[in-house]
């Protein structure tokens, strides 16, 4: 059965799902526990790696950890918490935060998981609109978007930063399908890690499916899902 059936409206999830999830951030949590480490005198990588749901053995994302699908913004208040943790004062931890803190290029490591315009060219032609909702903030996900080639197939995009309550509570699906005036139930969700899912499920989307090419296991996403597929590459025809 196509896992589009029905569908008027195509919500995706960015790092995971459209571009590789673990190209993204291996190097950025890496960098980030190595310099913090040299800012305290103190290997603070463990503890850090544990908070963000990271498994440094692997390179890869836990994926019901906090990397899957938290803000940075988030993020950067959990590594202050870990330092903070680990005996120093709030004011110490912030400014070690401050001088340590970087965000990812969202061009140097975004790795397109398919022929992304082809895919969306495809859904707008059969007169599917398209969304992207991703737990990244909106300058760096619209750069990405920009340099996939796809930013005018895309009709809304929400983000971590765009204040709303993020994943997986069910309101950027809300958003999007009140701002195209599509119905969520005449909505898919495609994105690769459980929050994305129970967010899909809480807005009451009409398809729900799961991909296997960011941080999700076939046995976290298929409780959750209708459909699981290998990646967004099986949506398109042909």
């Known amino acids: 059965m196509d896992p589009l059936h029905g569908v008027d409206l195509v919500i995706f999830d ?3 799902t459209l571009i590789g ?3 993204m951030w291996r190097d950025w949590v890496d960098g980030l526990g190595d310099r913090l480490s040299d800012e305290l005198g103190r290997d603070i990588r463990p503890s850090l790696y544990t908070v963000l749901g990271f498994d440094d053995a692997t390179g890869t994302a836990l994926p019901g950890g906090a990397l899957a699908a938290t803000p940075m ?4 208040e959990m590594t202050v918490a870990v330092i903070m943790a680990r005996g120093w004062s709030r004011g110490d931890a912030e400014r070690a935060v401050e001088r340590a803190w970087s965000t990812p290029d969202p061009i140097e490591h975004a790795h ?3 022929d992304l315009p082809a895919l ?4 707008r032609g059969e007169g599917r609109r398209i969304a992207v909702a991703t737990s990244d903030d909106r300058a760096p996900t619209l750069r990405t978007l920009d340099w996939l080639g796809v930013a005018p197939l895309v009709d809304a995009t929400v983000c971590a930063d765009d204040g709303l309550p993020v994943k997986p509570e069910p309101d950027m ?4 399908c009140a ?3 599509v119905d969520p139930g005449q909505a898919a969700i495609v994105g690769d890690s459980p929050a994305d899912l129970r967010m899909a499920r809480a807005a009451g989307a009409g398809r729900v499916i799961g991909v296997l090419s ?3 296991r076939r046995d976290d996403l298929e409780p959750l899902a209708d459909v699981v597929i290998g990646s967004v590459e099986q949506l398109r025809a042909g």
């Open 14 to 16: 960015k790092d995971g």
């Open 21 to 23: 999830f673990d190209t």
């Open 73 to 76: 913004a988030r993020l950067r």
């Open 112 to 114: 397109p998981l398919g």
């Open 120 to 123: 969306f060219g495809q859904l």
């Open 173 to 176: 699906v809300q958003h999007v």
């Open 179 to 181: 701002s195209l005036g």
């Open 214 to 216: 960011g941080v999700g």
